[in-house]
């Protein structure tokens, strides 16, 4: 019963580790995106990191989606970290023609 539980703690950790990884990972790609595309085509302010995931936050906050599925935490975190990179990737070929 003992190794249950803490076999329980030790997962719960690394999700919310996990979570905290994404949420920072999230809000450079924000901080990145807006900074070099968004506030040169708009001319408007830059963001420093903490309000890049202020806006991380509130935007993932309208835009998600409850879903009732039979994925991981492990895999519903690969599917948010490969969304997340590929919106960096495509946001950093843009700024060579920006």
Known sequence: MRVKNKQKIVKYLNNVLLGLLLILIGGFANMYLWNNIISELFDIRTL???????????????????????RSTKDKCIETLSVTITFLIIGFVLTFFI
């Open 48 to 70: 420093n990191f903490i309000q890049a995931m202020a806006v991380d936050l509130v935007l993932s906050y309208f835009v998600y989606q409850y879903r009732q599925d039979e």
